[in-house]
């Protein structure tokens, strides 16, 4: 196939890449980035079976030539309002990559009859009331919430992708991501991973907001991108979870990262930065993606963290 990937110098996007690329498809990357990094992509330039445009999906896109399928994975996604780069503080972009970047991608999936992938988010879920999360509940969001630039923008990118399918029998699938890490994520993003490896790495306490309560459950990046390319080849048109259901507590997953890295310094508590609406608990169900896309992650917590730790220490200058 010849895939159109946005967001293709982000942390996923490009992972995507090369797992395509791996695969002997061809690959067109665009990414305007602004939270994307040319860094992520640079091992690829001469890859005759890649071509990379610098393009905002959200006014236009242009591809010569024919394409088969488009993965929509451009967006800021990190919800702390501390980062420059997190979604609060980028936040037209945001509802403009979800909203109009997912209704051009559409278009040309329309125009050339290819099929389509999208990137949402177990953020359309809110904080859930519902416990784990089955792609059936509805969801539990705010509207003009802190988060709600991200969490609408993926719901209404859900509901324009359902609906080109619907009215335009467009060939689409919606994969609905949870909290996933790996290397080339953003250092300054000010996500829980990140600020926990720098942390841990340069020997500083890792920074746990609120009482530490509240969970996540965390996929390798590895794992995350077999099941969204099982989905791309699937014919599934409902929305499907594709995350790791290990979950645990971030003071779990603090104390975890302190064990693995060696690190002695602890923990502080600060208080949550991320403005009330952090969601308490998180954990994908599922059963729908191990039916349908017999999959399921295989890579555990400390297996991840210790493919990962490199990439931070080269970054850091630690390595
Ligand atoms: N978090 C934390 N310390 C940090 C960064 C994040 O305690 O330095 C917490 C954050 O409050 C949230 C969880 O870790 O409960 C995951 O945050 P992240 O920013 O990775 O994204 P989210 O899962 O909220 O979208």
Not at 45 to 64: A, C, M, Q
């Amino acid at each position: 196939m010849r895939i159109l990937i946005t967001g293709a110098a982000g942390f996923l996007g490009s992972h995507l890449c090369d797992c395509l690329l791996a695969e002997d498809h061809e690959v067109v990357g665009m990414d305007n980035f602004i939270t994307g990094n040319p860094d992520n992509i640079a091992h690829l330039s001469g890859n005759r079976k890649f071509t990379f445009y610098r393009n905002d999906v959200s006014n236009y896109i242009l591809v010569p030539g024919r394409v088969d399928a488009v993965l929509h994975f451009a967006s800021p996604a990190s919800p702390n309002p501390n980062s420059p780069f997190g979604y609060p503080n980028l936040p037209i972009q945001t509802m403009k990559v979800g909203a109009l970047g997912t209704h051009n991608c559409l278009g040309l999936c329309r125009a050339q009859g290819a099929r389509f992938v999208l990137a949402s988010t177990s953020e359309i879920y809110g904080d859930p009331l519902e416990h784990p999360q089955k792609e059936t509940y509805w969801g539990h969001t705010d509207p003009v919430g802190p988060r709600s630039m991200y969490d609408e923008a993926k719901r209404f990118a859900e509901a324009l992708t359902m609906a080109y399918h619907n009215y335009h029998n467009v060939n689409t699938r919606i994969a609905r991501i949870f909290n996933t890490y790996g290397p080339r994520m953003r250092l300054d993003d000010g996500r829980l991973m990140p600020n926990f490896l720098q942390q841990a790495l340069q020997g500083k306490p890792l920074t746990v907001y609120g009482d530490g309560s509240h969970t996540r459950s965390l996929c390798y990046v590895d794992d995350l991108i077999d099941g969204i390319y099982r989905l791309l080849l699937s014919d599934e048109h409902l929305p499907v979870n594709i995350g790791n259901p290990v979950e645990m507590t971030v003071l779990e997953l603090a104390e975890s990262i302190n064990r693995i890295v060696g690190n002695k310094a602890g923990l502080i508590f600060e208080k949550n930065a991320q403005l009330g609406n952090d969601p308490q608990r998180r954990q994908p169900d599922i059963t729908r993606a191990r039916e349908i896309l017999d999959w399921g992650p295989k890579i555990s917590l400390e297996e991840g963290i210790r493919q990962t730790i490199p990439y931070f220490k080269k970054k850091l200058g630690l390595a």
